[in-house]
């Protein structure tokens, strides 16, 4: 069985993560150095707060470099909100450098008229390319948001899905190879974002092909 490690920065929804793989009878195996990723064959790399705090935390590890070592041999992780936000390479919310494991900028959601920063509540994604948390041409799926900034990949193939912010479509999922995030909080979306993880859970254990 897959082993997955829950990478543990002192930012991220450590409980709520867990309890939502608890609820799939998978347990994770939290993730504090780099000896610690010598047991795990996947990561969830979870995330609340702001961006420079969390690269800092993250700095105090050490794992900067594993995690990027991770990704450039292609190992699957997943992201979760502010875990997405920092697979790239640059944020407005801070000055500091993101992993840069995804080419392009986070920026601050549009002051669109009548919209409200923090973008918190409901809301339903629109697939735009494949990823393993999807069905094919799989649409209005709800997911629980809180954000107030979102991510513009530069490469577009990287967008797998969006979600209705005002008259615009910000990012809600970017996936490349078998590296993933979701800007949601799929471990507070109650049955769909259980659905959600399992999905991920049977990717892994079906071998983590990457979506043609």
């Not at 998978?26 to 420079?52: H, T």
């Not at 494991?101 to 959601?109: F, S, T, Y």
């Amino acid at each position: 069985m897959t082993q997955i490690g829950l990478i543990d920065y002192g930012m991220g929804n450590l409980h709520s993560v867990r309890l939502a793989f608890k609820r799939l009878k998978r347990e994770l195996k939290l993730v504090n150095s780099q000896a610690d990723l010598k047991f795990c064959d996947a990561l969830v790399l979870p995330g609340v707060g702001s961006f420079d705090p969390a690269v800092h935390h993250l700095n105090q590890t050490g794992l900067i470099p594993s995690i990027r070592s991770w990704a450039k041999e292609d190992k699957p992780l997943l992201g979760i909100c502010l875990g997405l936000q920092l697979l790239f390479e640059s944020s407005d919310e801070g000055v500091s450098p993101g992993l840069g494991i995804l080419k392009g900028h986070v920026q601050k959601l549009p002051n669109e008229l009548g919209e409200r920063i923090p973008h918190m509540g409901w809301s339903p994604l629109n697939q735009v390319n494949k990823s393993p948390l999807l069905d094919k041409h799989e649409q209005n799926c709800w997911m629980y948001f809180v954000h107030s900034y979102s991510a513009i990949p530069s490469q577009k193939e990287v967008l797998a899905a969006t979600a209705k912010f005002g008259k615009k479509e910000v990012t809600s999922i970017v996936w490349k190879s078998r590296i993933g995030a979701c800007q949601f909080h799929p471990e507070k979306s109650a049955k769909a974002g259980q659905r959600m993880l399992h999905k991920w859970l049977q990717w892994l254990e079906n071998g983590a092909k990457p979506p043609n």
